[in-house]
Structures are given as structure tokens and as C-alpha cells.
T-cell receptor, first 107, second 114 residues
């Protein structure tokens, strides 16, 4: 079993829909990261959080430390949100990455 | 603020050839990471430097991969000789320090081994 599991692996939705991507982890962490990777592009950090909830524009990230679970929500989704979203958990020294969720938003 | 720079962006080589990738981290960032990302998977850490010292290279295939960060700034990753399964995107990232600090990623180098 992977230390970081994301679901779903692939998600296709229509523009305007509310999107949720889940991340569960089995290791102790100091912080959890949500990253975005566009096709052919590098990786951009969206959030780093260790408790509670963070919001940036249409993106919301939550984490439940006791349940070892985090969610990334996208409100009013748009085709430009199409990308791979990666959850990574950080310990004392390094990050362990999930396999990513490929999101496609159709107009 | 300039981001993490990597070169080349793309490289195609034949198996058994050698290849080298270069990374220049964000100025002042002590920690530098090299990741391998195979298509459809998340990044896998190959090696982590703290200044010019190696912190973690447990997943680096040392029989063919090597990396250095001699002056604690830029870094090179080398593969010699390359195998077909080395085809991947090689990502460099840097952070102020290790641990809970945010990592900043470069654009990556896409390697194709034929």
C-alpha cells in the first residue's frame, strides 16, 4: 500500500461543477502540500497546510490530522483548471508524493 | 524573484549513452531536490542536498546515477549509461530549508531513451 493515496485517479466534469479530490496518508507528517501540474509544465505549489483549512480564490484545502485525510476543493470549475493535482506529505526531511489526480473540465 | 532553472528542457538519447541535467535553485535556498517522474506517476525523490551535503540518496540507482552540488548552489544529475526505463521527467526543486518549507519546482527535463 502506498504511503499517500489519492482518489479519484481521473476525474472529468463540466464547467461550473464543484470538484473534490481526496488524499489519505499513512505516515506521520509535519505538513501536507497540494500541487498542480499542467501538461508539459512544471509543478506549482497550491497549498501547504498542517491543520484546518486554507482558501485561495476558488480553491479550498482542508486537512484532518486525526483521520490522516485531506481534500482539495475547486468551486465553479473552469477548463483552465484542467491539470494533474498532486498531494504530497512532508516529514522531517522530505516529501512523499501521491500518484496524482488527472482533472479534466469540459466547457 | 527568479525561479528554479533547469536545462535542457528536452533530451533524446539512445540506451547506453550518457546524459547530464543542470539545475540552478532559487537564490538562498539551502535544500535542493532531484525527482524522477515517470508518466502517470507522482514524483519520486532521487536525491536531496542540504547545501553541498547529501541528506538522502536512498532511492538513487547509484550504479548509473550520480549527482553533485559542489559549491552548494547549482547541481548536476548524470545518468551513465542510460536505460530505456530511465525515460521520465527529471524535476529539480529547492526550498529554504528541509522539512516543512515550501518546495519550488523547476520546469523539468523530459528525457526519452530509445
Amino acid at each position: 500500500k502506498n504511503e499517500v493515496e489519492q482518489s479519484p485517479q481521473n476525474l472529468t466534469a463540466q464547467e461550473g461543477e464543484f470538484i473534490t479530490i481526496n488524499c489519505s496518508y499513512s505516515v506521520g507528517i509535519s505538513a501536507l502540500h497540494w500541487l498542480q501540474q499542467h501538461p508539459g509544465g512544471g509543478i506549482v505549489s497550491l497549498f501547504m497546510l498542517s491543520s484546518g483549512k486554507k482558501k485561495h480564490g476558488r480553491l479550498i484545502a482542508t486537512i484532518n490530522i486525526q483521520e490522516k485525510h485531506s481534500s482539495l476543493h475547486i468551486t465553479a470549475s473552469h477548463p483552465r483548471d484542467s491539470a494533474v493535482y498532486i498531494c504530497a506529505v512532508g516529514g522531517a526531511q522530505k516529501l512523499v508524493f501521491g500518484q496524482g489526480t488527472r482533472l479534466t473540465i469540459n466547457p | 524573484e527568479a525561479g528554479v532553472a533547469q536545462s535542457p528542457r528536452y533530451k533524446i538519447i539512445e540506451k547506453r549513452q550518457s546524459v547530464a541535467f543542470w539545475c540552478n535553485p532559487i537564490s538562498g535556498h539551502a535544500t535542493l531536490y532531484w525527482y524522477q517522474q515517470i508518466l502517470g506517476q507522482g514524483p519520486k525523490l532521487l536525491i536531496q542536498f542540504q547545501n553541498n551535503g547529501v541528506v538522502d540518496d536512498s532511492q538513487l540507482p547509484k550504479d548509473r546515477f550520480s549527482a553533485e552540488r559542489l559549491k552548494g548552489v547549482d547541481s548536476t544529475l548524470k545518468i551513465q549509461p542510460a536505460k530505456l526505463e530511465d525515460s521520465a521527467v527529471y524535476l529539480c526543486a529547492s526550498s529554504l530549508l528541509a522539512g516543512i518549507y515550501e518546495q519550488y519546482f523547476g520546469p523539468g527535463t523530459r528525457l526519452t531513451v530509445t
